[in-house]
């Protein structure tokens, strides 16, 4: 079991460049989320997903967005990158929404110069 | 906002000391899980609290949920070096929110 993928692992872009980070679970969990986590600020949620086709706005959603085709993938794209979303983007996944433990992926680096 | 806080953000500790991560949280919650992180790594679920005054433990660790469900707290004690690493609690109501985690650093 592979649980959470992310690809990829590492990303420089420069400033205007877009980009999609890859998601994918394979423990038919029906909730999905993109998080973001600074130096200081913990994690803080971009986008989620309640099942196949749905999407909603976390805490820090603009400049972002998100797409779910299929259960097992969650995509989040940046359009057009800002230094400002320079971080480490985790992917996560459960099996309930709000009862139920995290499983996160291994995480992207970004780096928007 | 509602908020979920923790203290400290910062803990050294030599090998063999006693450690604890406090998490406060502005509003009631409905249950309160516990990960950690690794540096370089990403967040791993450690244990789901529940009902009001819940203590659980797993080897060193113990957790515990405030009598209001506002409040939890993570012990270590007798700290290792593998213990290294950033303690996040999750508080659950309406919606998920992080706390910011404590850093935990380890002195051989």
């Known amino acids: 079991n592979a649980g959470v993928t992310q690809t990829p692992k590492f990303r420089v872009l420069k400033t205007g460049q877009s980009m999609t980070l890859l998601c994918a679970q394979d423990?038919?969990?029906?909730?999905m989320y993109w998080y973001r986590q600074d130096p200081g600020m913990g994690l803080r949620l971009i986008h989620y997903?309640?099942?196949?086709?749905?999407?909603a706005k976390g805490e820090v959603p603009d400049g972002y967005n998100v797409s779910r085709l299929k259960k097992q993938n969650f995509l989040l794209g940046l359009e057009s990158a800002a230094p400002s979303q320079t971080s480490v983007y985790f992917c996560?996944?459960?099996?309930?929404?709000?009862?139920?433990?995290?499983?996160f992926g291994n995480g992207t680096r970004l780096t928007v110069t | 906002g509602q908020q979920v806080m923790q203290i400290p953000q910062y803990q050294h500790v030599q090998e063999g000391e006693d450690f604890t991560t406090y998490c406060n949280s502005s509003?009631?919650?409905?249950?309160i899980q516990w990960y950690k992180q690794r540096p370089g790594g990403h967040p791993v679920f450690l244990i789901q609290?529940?009902?009001?005054?819940e203590v659980k433990k797993q080897k060193r660790l113990t957790f515990q949920f405030g009598e209001a469900k506002k409040n939890s707290s993570l012990h270590i004690t007798a700290t290792q070096t593998t213990d290294v690493g950033t303690y996040f609690c999750?508080?659950?109501?309406?919606?998920?929110?992080f706390g910011p985690g404590t850093s935990l650093s380890v002195i051989p």
């Open positions: 609290l529940v009902k009001s005054g």
């Open positions: 999750e508080g659950s109501y309406d919606k998920v929110i």
């Open positions: 996560a996944s459960s099996y309930g929404h709000l009862n139920s433990p995290l499983h």
């Open positions: 423990m038919n969990h029906e909730y």
């Open positions: 997903s309640v099942g196949e086709g749905t999407t």
């Open positions: 509003t009631t919650l409905s249950n």
